[in-house]
């Protein structure tokens, strides 16, 4: 089944305690992305990868790192995560980055930063 | 990409009732996706509009876009509960970013 696959999917930490979230695609897509979803702001564009190693910033990357060492991973890392990283983290996958694609997303990581 | 404005940001209908949100952007957008999140889930695709002018229909949703390429809008026929969610568009720039407009909540009275 083609999906995009995130871990875990609940989270609780402290501040300042590195943590990373997994992302893998099983459907060999060339671009994927991270996102952060909080109430009446939408989604907003992290990061994102067109290629194995290629990676740039998205909207709101302060606070995140990202890499891109094989082509179905795409990990997010919060190196020092803040209250104000609190929020649903969505990675998605596209084929490519050309405009008819349509983008896959996962189920989503709630992150709570105490 | 570009800056999406989308309105409105909550919709509450009764059962039967129709819906529309539109998606405004100040510049020409290239191209302009739709997507569906239910509560608690995650944005799924509906559709693609390319063209000036373009109108797609799937079942009672109709998608357009504008003429001028600066304005999309989802039109819901006769709302049902399983319409409930929040609807998204997304233009897919050409340097890569992914621009989501901030989505319109629709809930619906049965």
């Known amino acids: 089944e083609a999906q995009v696959t995130q871990n875990p999917r609940y989270l609780i930490t402290v501040t300042g305690k590195k943590l990373t979230v997994t992302c893998s695609q099983n459907?060999?897509?060339?671009?994927m992305s991270w996102y952060r979803q909080d109430p009446g702001l939408g989604l907003r564009q992290i990061y994102y990868s067109m290629n194995v190693e290629v990676t740039d910033k998205g909207d709101v990357p302060e606070g995140y790192k990202v890499s891109r060492k094989e082509k179905r991973n795409f990990p997010l890392i919060l190196e020092s995560p803040s209250p104000n990283q609190t929020s649903l983290y969505f990675c998605?996958?596209?084929?490519?980055?050309?405009?008819?694609?349509?983008?896959?997303f996962g189920q989503g990581t709630r992150l709570t930063v105490v | 990409g570009q800056q999406v404005m989308q309105i409105p940001q909550y919709q509450h209908v009764q059962e039967g009732e129709d819906f529309t949100t539109y998606c405004n952007s100040s510049t020409t957008l290239s191209n302009i996706q739709w997507y569906k999140q239910r509560p608690g889930g995650h944005p799924v695709f509906l559709i693609q509009l390319v063209k000036s002018g373009e109108v797609k229909k799937q079942k009672r949703l109709t998608f357009q876009f504008g003429e001028a390429k600066k304005n999309s809008s989802l039109h819901i026929t006769a709302t049902q509960t399983t319409d409930v969610g929040t609807y998204f568009c997304?233009?897919?720039?050409?340097?890569?970013?992914?621009?989501f407009g901030k989505g319109t909540l629709l809930t619906v009275n049965p």
């Open positions: 998605a996958s596209s084929l490519g980055t050309g405009m008819n694609t349509e983008a896959f």
């Open positions: 459907m060999n897509h060339e671009y």
């Open positions: 997304l233009e897919r720039g050409s340097n890569y970013k992914l621009t």
